[in-house]
Nanobody, 124 residues
Framework: QVQLVESGGGLVQTGGSLRLSCAPS????????MGWFRQAPGKEREFVAV????????YYADSVKGRFTISRDNAKNTVYLQMNSLKPEDTAVYYC?????????????????WGQGTQVTVSS
């Protein structure tokens, strides 16, 4: 399994922006599709965005489409989630995840490696 480390979370006002980063430790992930999920208090973890190994394909949850952008820099071995126009309902712990496959997927069970999560709080 890949060990993943997220960073970039924090407290932001409604309408603000944050950029999350995720980097694996110990190996490269250029052959892995990478995803972001989130879990709000009292709710199940839900899919946010995914990017293919090549970076050519992305897919977003309807709730974030047009506001969030997932990207990757394989040379820096890092995947990003740019979050704009943040809303209070975006408040959650955000998790980075890696697939063995390079193709995109959206289910929790499609991803085998997970980070510890980073807290994002959007104040109203």
């Amino acid at each position: 399994q890949v060990q993943l480390v997220e960073s970039g979370g924090g407290l932001v006002q409604t309408g603000g922006s944050l950029r999350l980063s995720c980097a694996p430790s110990g190996r490269t992930f250029s052959s892995n599709a990478m995803g972001w999920f989130r879990q709000a208090p009292g709710k199940e973890r839900e899919f946010v965005a995914v990017i293919s190994a090549s970076g050519l394909y992305t897919y977003y949850a309807d709730s974030v489409k047009g506001r969030f952008t997932i990207s990757r820099d394989n040379a820096k071995n890092t995947v990003y989630l740019q979050m704009n126009s943040l809303k209070p309902e975006d408040t959650a712990v955000y998790y980075c995840a890696a697939r063995i496959s390079g193709s995109i997927a959206t289910k929790n069970s499609d991803f085998g490696s997970w980070g510890q999560g980073t807290q994002v709080t959007v104040s109203s």
